[in-house]
């Protein structure tokens, strides 16, 4: 089976959770659909593995795993961080640093 | 390549479900079934390593990590559907339909070229194809990993971190808290009610019964009183429970009338 199908539902995926990012106003929601666009992502780089017939793109998509797995322990932290001083979750909310 | 056709439409569906899902419960449950589904598209596509990684690591770790928040935030801090900039719900929903339609057509317009397939990169064992590139060409990307999970680690723990502003109360502060309570409330000094007792279930949100059949209101855990949340006994209940605890010929109504 050729790659492109694969790679239309990668870009499916990555827009849907595009657009949930812009969307959502729930942080945690919000880091939901950057997890889903790092997925598709990686279904992109696997799909490229397989059809070059190499690994590279499996290591690749094994980094972005770790990064992924880095950068949620770190936002969670955030958010919870933001949720203990403004009893909130909503992106709205943290607008303090505008004024 | 059955399992894409079948996988696809499933995972569009969920994603989709992320977008419109009011609670963050449920799109936390639809963003594990896209990811469970991705696992299966790498198998597929001989990826087992990342097959493994993806369950162990993204449905079972980060996702867990997530839900995690979500319970320490509160299940009940659903999205508010007011829009903060105007228009901006729309705009964002074409711009999202104008990159999608973009990469669909371009993706569309290219050719990816005959697949070469894994089999003979493959032909060690997929799990030893990628130690030798990640201890060979990628050692360099590796070895920084370390140091990112290390940073990502110490940060999570700063940030986590909060300082201690009163002292932490021992044993023997809450047992002295309690006796004090006692001498100058009269508060019962033993452990609470347990709940469900004399009542028909033992769920932690039925209360239990006193013995004229009203409900211990300290049995049950204040979150349910103020969900309101909390399962009263029926009035069956109540009168079997007076009939076999209470004076045996007394109802309620009867007790009434005595006063």
Same mark, same amino acid.
């Given at each position: 089976m050729s790659g492109t199908p694969f790679v239309v539902l990668s870009a499916i995926l990555f827009t849907i959770g595009c657009v949930g990012?812009?969307?959502r106003r729930n942080a945690i929601v919000v880091f939901m659909c950057i997890e889903l666009m790092l997925n598709a992502s990686n279904l %992109?780089?696997? &799909?490229?593995? /397989?059809? #070059?017939?190499?690994?590279?793109?499996?290591?690749?998509?094994?980094? @972005?795993?770790?990064? %992924?797995?880095?950068?949620?322990?770190?936002?969670?932290?955030?958010?919870?961080?933001?949720?203990?001083? /403004? /009893?909130?979750?909503?992106? #709205?909310?943290?607008?303090?640093?505008k004024y | 390549m059955v399992a894409f056709w079948i996988l696809s439409p499933i995972m569009v569906a969920a994603a989709l479900g992320l977008l419109f899902a009011r609670k963050a419960v449920h799109a936390a449950l639809l963003l594990a079934v896209v990811m469970i589904c991705?696992?299966?598209? $790498?198998?597929?596509?001989?990826?087992?390593?990342?097959?493994?990684?993806?369950?162990?690591? $993204? &449905?079972?770790?980060?996702?867990?990590?997530?839900?995690? @928040?979500?319970?320490?935030?509160?299940?009940? %801090?659903?999205?508010?559907?007011?829009? &903060?900039? /105007?228009?901006?719900r729309l705009m964002a929903t074409v711009a999202g339909l104008a990159l999608g339609l973009l990469l669909?057509?371009?993706?569309?317009? @290219?050719?990816?070229?005959?697949?070469?397939?894994?089999?003979?990169?493959? %032909? #060690?064992?997929?799990?030893?194809?990628?130690?030798?590139?990640?201890?060979?060409? $990628?050692?360099?990307?590796?070895?920084?990993?370390?140091?990112?999970?290390?940073?990502?680690a110490i940060g999570a723990m700063v940030l986590a971190h909060r300082e201690r502003l009163t002292p932490k109360l021992t044993q023997a502060d809450r047992a002295a808290q309690r006796m004090r309570a006692y001498a100058e409330h009269g508060t019962h000094p033993g452990p609470l009610p347990s709940p469900g007792v004399y009542a028909r279930h033992n769920a932690v949100d039925t209360p239990a019964l006193l013995p004229d059949g009203s409900p211990a209101e300290t049995s049950v855990s204040r979150m349910f009183t103020v969900r309101g949340t909390i399962r009263p006994a029926s009035a069956s209940d109540v009168r079997m429970l007076t009939a076999s605890v209470g004076d045996a010929a007394t109802t309620d109504q009867e007790r009434q009338g005595e006063r």
């Open positions: 990012v812009l969307t %992109a780089l696997v &799909t490229f593995a /397989r059809v #070059d017939g190499n690994l590279d793109g499996q290591v690749a998509a094994f980094f @972005v795993m770790v990064v %992924a797995a880095a950068e949620v322990v770190v936002g969670l932290a955030i958010i919870m961080t933001i949720f203990r001083t /403004r /009893r909130s979750a909503s992106v #709205d909310e943290a607008s303090l640093l | 991705l696992s299966v598209l $790498y198998l597929v596509q001989n990826a087992p390593f990342l097959f493994v990684v993806q369950i162990i690591v $993204y &449905t079972g770790a980060i996702l867990m990590l997530f839900l995690f @928040v979500l319970m320490l935030v509160g299940v009940d %801090a659903s999205d508010s559907v007011v829009e &903060t900039i /105007r228009g901006q669909v057509l371009g993706i569309g317009q @290219v050719s990816l070229g005959a697949v070469t397939g894994l089999s003979q990169a493959n %032909a #060690d064992g997929n799990v030893q194809g990628l130690a030798q590139l990640l201890f060979s060409r $990628y050692v360099f990307a590796f070895e920084a990993t370390s140091a990112l999970l290390i940073t990502a």
